[in-house]
């Protein structure tokens, strides 16, 4: 995890950014395939098969109530999907549509590594699926509901054959419930959507500073005087749990500690290393608090919340933090200080080691594996810990060499806002991993996305998953070499839209968030406020937290612009994609050049009306500046249009005139902590109006 | 209620249409005050009440949970509508920002006529609401909730005092979750909007030839054989009872009988007149099956069936239905003509007066107050019954001058697509109502909106229901003069946005039905499908059963363009609107024409790129004449204006040769069973453009 130091790592290379934009423009062929992840192997036949209301499937082979749960979920999504009434009451003796034969059981708590793989068969008379174990079973239904597609004739399945496998054994979602609480139903939803795209594991990070949301009926002052009323009940748990299970994902529970723990001094200051009082921490960031590593009534508690936790929690991997500990409670503790002397303790860092050996111990007494973030991982640590590398590649390289399993969320942050295609950049076997020994890179697990939610609650949290966090599930399941980012979007955006049939409001947010923010208004306002929020972003990696005026605290409205605009304009990147091609065609495309200029005018126009929402509201007058720097800086890119179109290029002085204006625009915007994605284009459009481009003085 | 019958009243007199639609340009200040339904008496005062995370509900008087549940109810509102983070456990000591005071307590079951007043006093530095039970309350701190606005400077609620109280005690909403099923949680949801705008009375239609939705437990074969699956258990039922109740609503079951009641003979084919075998119906319509009224066993399961729900609702009244019995069977059973003979009943209406005459008994043995369907209203019957009405308000005056109680549900369909001001038009007390004796209007009890569920489902419910319901409900609560229909539309869209924070999907289940309709699509083409659905409406009342060219069944899919647009469209409201105002301004205002131009160039152009989509999807294509109607129509409307803009009027000829190119364009809408909503405005513009109209040959 790591909130601060994890910026240091925040830069992709320079070269490999460049190279996705460039397959951008072409191969959207390979979006005729809507499947996402992209199965192993698939080879098209003739035909198709029809689904209608006589859509029947039919289990064969091993049978569970799992599998019957799945093929009643599949008949509910085809009808959300498609409009077809199907009354499993009313045909129980039919032929099959889709036959879906599974030979044996899987472990009763899920495993790492069992065998995950299914065959599909579409014929245009039939379906047959089949799958070792109903965890393939789980995969194979899935990419037969992406399958099906409305035509001129109905809904259909094309004809082809599909063999499938995961590439990677954890393909994992963290999810961050304790800055700010989630709900149950987000959380299932959120587990439908993974399920959708056949993630595996569900990290449930579960205490912070910020709040303890497990509740524990051994310490229960931990959920009650740590999470304002806002945790789980074991009951819940459980049924999350379960809930996962039917839909092959096993749930690892994270509470982190040493650091990271003020909550839990809350209801149980005697753990901590400081003098106390404490309460739930409001603010973000690296905090003081810590557990007593030295004393053993702290270990006698973990013993027992540990095995309380266990019990809960049936996965075999258990997660205990270990990151950011700053030391100063340490440091100040003349106790911690003397036992460090007579241990021979040099450091910090040792300490935590000890620490952290200890509730090893712990876990592995209580049969669970240990995970830890990268802090784990110091000399002598036994081979069981999994390290969670928030620092990148090469460290879980390294661990690897070492023989240490590992799992990657360095690049998987979904919360700093990063592009789809940025994600979907980073593969947890590339650089120092290439090299790594076919047993050692077996080490390597897959990965793990992470949502972190200093920003995110329930109302948004949706949006700020998905539809990226389908990408990073491609990069886990797909083979090595599935790179068609052109076909990766096209993917995702259909896998977006199905995605919102499932529950999930990562779309459908925005609108009643913006009406908040809009007040009354008439729908030319509104389209205007809507037109704003969809060309912007808000701002990448830590810089919220840096250029807020207001330290942000956990009972900050996540109410403002910046709460609502998508982490990647759709809108935007689609303009960047046209003034590619309009620049790639040596700007003669007419076509492109009305669709880019119809862009920037909308652009241009739309400050006024947002203007006349900001004297009514006082979320639009927050976001008004961003607003305001979009119509501008349109603006200065229809002159540059212009300028392409008459084939007067723009003197040297205007260019770097209007190249500063919009990076004194992109400032302007970051007043409201958003960003205008479109700005590159807008730089491009210059540069190709500029004497001496190839675009200037083509007509 | 009744599927055939009703179709004779349908048309509200012209004149009161003429005159709602003169005042919606006017009076737009009314919106001002955004409350639905209006208060009986509002008084504003100075400043305003700042609404941030120190809002703090205290109650006080009369304590019970209910009140606890709504004063959590109004922080979570306050939380979704505002965005603000309201820790009541963070703060259990604080000042009250509203001080709710409640006498004493309201009947244990919710009575007819209970006393539903409260006042409210805003003033900057709190308020206070007072009521003399918890269903005034409960009233109240909804008013408060709709008074939460944003402002330049953040939430506030501006300073008033109001007191308020029903005009009528019965204001209800029927849902036939019979016909289509409608799952638990969408009827939750539904009651959540029923509290929104007031209303206290959910009648529950239950049973139907096409299902029966309630678990009975002494004849399992009802549910069982009759629902597919899809019923209510007890459970549920008991849930949504106490759901109801938390939120000030009486729930009515119906039964309908002894029509209607196909369903029930899937089980029980011996309580039917013919010989069977009887399945659960698909088809629309009125059927033949009746249940036998001549033989005693007949009484005997109705006692104990009775019995059994009397006790699972604990409300008062229990609705027999009683509408629609052809006859048929009764006709054709020897058996039932000799009882006829023997009992000298003279014909089949008689017939059913006694079996009415036998239900109503068993329902009063049961010790509740029967409710039955016009039909039910025969010589003799007791005055007990209340009528519910879908024959007018005619027939509800006639009752109450005999001592009958009555509702009115004619005028109030919200499945026949009725704009909300048509709706709003409609008052229980209007006609031959106004003429009677005080004590006579008294029986006179209400309203109930219903929508019937032919062409409803759980996917597009909500958006049938809201947000036109509020109009009823506000014709139900405001005191009688409330006509302002400017006032009331701009309010209504407001509710709407509103009532999302809840929940209900009427705007967002737009856009996912959209997205099924269209498959794979750039944006382009997307927002042209939508702009096309926004313009257009469905066919309203009967008219989609008689131009159905497959006629449809309980499972034909609901995943047409016709099942996904609005019942009224916002866009040609507005637009008609603006083409009043421009023709009032004897076609001089040129901001208003711009206006007409860019939205009728919009619709011109907006059937090329449907097209597009047309060629991969059967959903698009079926609906493509419609689309090309719209565009067709569009340019007939712009060369209007173009002669209005050019001063050449349009020659009698070309006026006659486009209004018959309209009509047949509407022809041709129908084909989709859509309807073009601006037809009317376009034909004024053709009148306004041509010779001897006060526009033409303006410029």
Redesign the interface.
Known sequence: MNRVGRRARRILPALMLVASEACMVNAQSN?AL?VMPLPAKVEHTDGSLKID?SFRIVFAGYREPRLEHAGLRLERQIQR?????I????KSGGPATLEATTDRESKAIQELGEDESYTLDVTPTGAKLHAANPLGMLHGLQTFLQLI??????FSVPAMHVEDRPRFPWRGLMIDSARHFIPPDVIKRNLDGMEAVKMNVFHWHLSENQGFRAESRKFPKLHEQGS???FYTQEEIRDVVEYARDRGIRVVPEFDMPGHSTAWFAGYPELASGGGPYAVERKWGVFDPAMDPTDEKTYKFLNEFIGEMARLFPDQFFHIGGDEVNGKEWDANPKIQTFMKSHRIKNNAELQAYFSGRVQELVTKHKKTPVGWDEVLVPGVPKTIVIQSWRGVDSLAAAAKDGYRGILSNGYYLDLGWSAARHYAMDPLAGPAAALTPQQKQLILGGESCIWSEYVNA?NIDSRIWPRNAAIAERLWSPEGTNDVASMYARME?EA?RL??LGLTH??FQ???L??????WT?VEFDALRAVAQALEHEKDYAREASASVPPT??????RLV?TVYPES??SR?FSLAVDQFIGSGCKDPAVAAQIRAQLTDWATVDDRLQLLA?????V?EAAPASAALSQSAKIALVALDAISKGTPLPDDQRKAQISSLNALEQQAHKAQLTLPDLPAFQKLIDAASAGSSCAGQK
């Open positions: 979006a809507n209301a999907q498609t409009g077809i009434v009354l499993r009451a009313n597609a409305i035509t001129p004739e109905g304002d009323g806002l109302e259909t839209t919102e049939w779309r459908s609108r009643t968030m009406q908040r923010i809009a007040g009354s729908p956990s009972l900050t409205p996540l109410n709460d759709d809108v689609r004297q009514s509201s006082h979320l007058r």
